[in-house]
């Protein structure tokens, strides 16, 4: 059903604020996960007990620092430990269904709270817009307006998915009149205990009209990207060419939601080569790249994650030499979720593809032609 | 059939133990020649087989890897190769999108009492890989 939670002064993030004091002080969750905006105007994820500290909530802020998804799944993975209310955009919702799936985060006693997200500023170009004038918070929630003309990451750029899908408490920003209220959507047992009022005509015909034509564009932008990434490989040597200034730094693979390895294998002895490996390669080739093994890395936590990417870019904004990861592991991480007809995040029920299988499917493979 | 320069290319096998292993070792005892082109690794079950078994050889410069094992519904461990299969699936689509030739990896299933077979395939595999060519990642530097 539809609600609509109150706004006063056109002030969306107040209406917000008192909605997350109502889910702690209502005792349906004890514990709350929200970004916080410290003094000094840091976006900080934090695990919220005391409804005082809620006066700081801000997951309206258009910036990510991480995703969530991996707080969610320590504060879950090894079980419930109370009952949270946990706020996350849609692609770190996804991120948190596949971590399900892959047993490392659990939804039992999770109440998930998401929001249309238009999208989120790399942290240094954030930090800028803080400061600057003329920041357009209602225009950026309703419309996907820019936040003061300035770019979104790229992941958000092309994101097609700024909906959330499987959220127990829908905020639905896109399209809404914020003078009159914030659209919400939610059940009916949860709208009684946090007293919101049905109100059907809450998610106007406004909402398609945003809706409709930033979804076209996103579209369009991300198989533009995609298909421009596609390109760029086929031309440059292939997937060497991308990752020539690549450092194996791992940053990648640490902010990564879906990689949960507690011990990378490439973290382990196995990549700790006698000299004479890198010796005998040098001699081979004439010369070495070290440290080495980096493509092998990166096709490998393809081959690990790639099923499960939901494309929310925090790769691409953690590399430190400006290697554009995310696109390449979001355009063929598409293709191989393309060939089991897989969406990742779409349907926590649904079995990963590399955990289950069919007896009478691709039979020609592995037999002679 | 394309023998640039007396090219012979390097094989990485990884078979399992029950199926295409003891199939290879049947063309030995039947004396059946197959090119010594191929370097095997026996795995109990080619449901073992981590992709990254595959992309090292492939990233070091090796020619052509081959995984083999039981066919479909004969697994040992009842179910580990159609993992196999949906893991190969995967692989091959990567390599695809990432612009390497998936061509050089082949999953074949041969059975323990298949020893001809398993020589044509490997006679096939060299045939194949010696008109591929060899591996550019062999000679790349940044890799």
């Excluded at chain 1, 707080?71 to 996350?88: D, E, F, I, Q």
């Excluded at chain 1, 992941?155 to 127990?168: E, L, T």
């Excluded at chain 2, 030995?28 to 082109?37: A, E, H």
């Amino acid at each position: 059903m539809i609600g609509l939670i109150p706004v006063e002064n056109s002030e969306p993030l107040g209406a917000v604020r008192s909605l997350l004091r109502q889910l702690l002080q209502s005792g349906l969750v004890e514990a709350l996960f929200v970004p916080l905006e410290m003094e000094s105007g840091a976006i900080t994820p934090a695990l919220v007990t005391d409804p005082d500290h809620l006066a700081r909530a801000n997951p309206l802020a258009p910036a990510m620092p991480i995703n969530s998804a991996r707080a969610v799944s320590a504060l879950t993975g090894k079980h419930s430990p109370a009952r949270l209310g946990v706020v996350l955009r849609p692609c770190e919702l996804r991120a948190l269904v596949e971590l399900v799936k892959l047993q490392q985060a659990s939804l039992e006693e999770v109440t998930l709270i998401s929001l249309d997200c238009p999208g989120t500023y790399e942290w240094a170009e954030y930090k800028t817009l803080q400061h600057a004038n003329g920041t357009n918070l209602t225009g950026y929630l309703t419309k996907g307006e820019a936040y003061n003309g300035h770019g979104l990451r790229q992941a958000c750029q092309m994101c097609s998915q700024p909906v959330p899908a499987g959220a127990d408490i829908h905020l639905q920003f896109f399209g809404a009149d914020l003078v009159t209220g914030i659209p919400v959507e939610l059940d009916a047992g949860l709208a009684e205990l946090l007293e919101i009022a049905v109100n059907t005509d809450a998610a106007g015909a406004d909402r398609q009209a945003v809706l409709d034509p930033l979804l076209a564009q996103r579209a369009q932008t991300r198989q533009h990207d995609l298909k421009a990434m596609g390109e760029h490989i086929a031309s440059n040597g292939g997937l060497p060419g991308v990752f020539e200034t690549c450092i194996r730094c791992y940053n990648c693979m640490t902010v990564c939601p879906i990689c949960y390895c507690k011990n990378c294998l490439f973290s382990t002895a196995a990549f700790n080569h006698a000299p004479e490996h890198y010796l005998n390669a040098a001699r081979r080739k004439g010369a070495m790249r070290m440290p080495g093994d980096i493509l092998l890395f990166h096709l490998t936590r393809m081959n690990h994650m790639g099923l499960s990417c939901v494309s929310c870019g925090m790769c691409t904004s953690a590399c430190p030499a400006d290697i554009p990861i995310g696109l390449v592991f979001s355009m063929v991480g598409e293709q191989v979720q393309a060939a089991f007809d897989y969406q990742p995040g779409k349907d926590v029920h649904e079995p990963l593809p590399l955990v289950t299988f069919e007896t009478n499917e691709w039979v020609e493979i592995g037999e002679v032609r | 059939m394309s023998d640039q320069n007396g090219f012979e290319p390097r094989i990485v096998a990884y078979l399992c133990n029950w199926c295409t292993y003891t199939g290879a070792d049947l063309a030995g005892t039947s004396r059946l020649q197959y090119p010594p082109n191929i370097r095997i690794i026996r795995t109990m079950c080619s449901g073992a087989v981590d992709p990254v078994y595959a992309l090292k050889p492939l990233l070091d410069g090796v020619d052509g890897i081959i995984i083999g094992g039981c066919h479909p519904g004969d697994c040992h461990y009842q179910t580990g190769n159609y993992k196999t299969r949906r893991r190969f699936v995967a692989l091959q689509e990567i390599l695809k999108a990432s612009g390497f030739e998936d061509e050089r990896i082949w999953l074949r299933w041969i059975s323990a009492s298949e020893g001809q077979k398993f020589a044509d395939t490997i006679n096939e595999f060299v045939t194949s890989l010696k008109e591929l060519g060899p591996n550019p990642m062999r000679q790349a530097l940044a890799v």
